[in-house]
């Protein structure tokens, strides 16, 4: 089922997420949900807490530029990051929860570890680099009630904020 997604200014995309205590057939039913939404919109990344759940959940599939697979799909629960090698611009970063299309060049790590327990409650723990190394970070932000517009200057971020106010009161914008 393709779920709805929240989008920003929605103040529930703020909410830290809960972990996940017992991996249950709801648990797995909603990673399910998440795929479908997330292959639904072309994204490659989605986290729980996107289309409501409040929970520390995310499912990855990162693309590499010519649009294969670079990493098969995955959920990954309760993932915790330690975050590793050089800082990074990640370019253009959007977000499902982003509208307008809007992006921006944000700083991330290029190599992540991460460990967190797969849909059967196996233990990963695993490094991730580059592009599914900042698509892990984006998508724990989530977790955090973190977007990747709380990464942008100041100014960039008042500028898009005046632009997603101008787009709501009149209802559609691109
Ligand atoms: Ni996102």
Redo the contacts with the bound molecule.
């Keep these: 089922m393709i779920l709805d997604i929240l989008t920003y200014p929605d103040p529930r995309l703020k909410q830290m997420s809960a972990p996940i205590s017992e991996i249950t057939d709801q648990v797995r039913a909603l990673s399910q949900d998440m795929f479908e939404t997330m292959y639904a919109s072309n994204g490659v990344?989605l986290?729980a807490p996107?289309v409501g759940h409040f929970v520390r959940m995310i499912v990855m599939c990162p693309l590499n530029e010519k649009g294969k697979e670079s990493h098969a799909p995955r959920a990954l629960i309760n993932p915790q990051l330690t975050l590793l090698g050089d800082e990074i611009v990640s370019p253009k970063e959007g977000?499902?929860?982003?509208p307008y299309n809007y992006r921006a060049d944000i700083a991330r790590v290029s190599r992540v570890a991460c460990s967190a327990l797969d849909l059967d409650g196996n233990s990963v723990d695993e490094e991730f680099v580059d592009y599914c190394a900042i698509v892990l970070q984006?998508?724990c932000d989530?977790l955090d009630g973190k977007?990747?517009i709380d990464r942008i200057s100041y100014l960039r971020r008042s500028l898009y904020d005046a632009k997603v106010k101008k787009c709501r009161s009149r209802k559609n914008c691109e």
């Design positions: 990344g986290a996107q977000c499902l929860s982003v984006h998508e989530h977007l990747f």
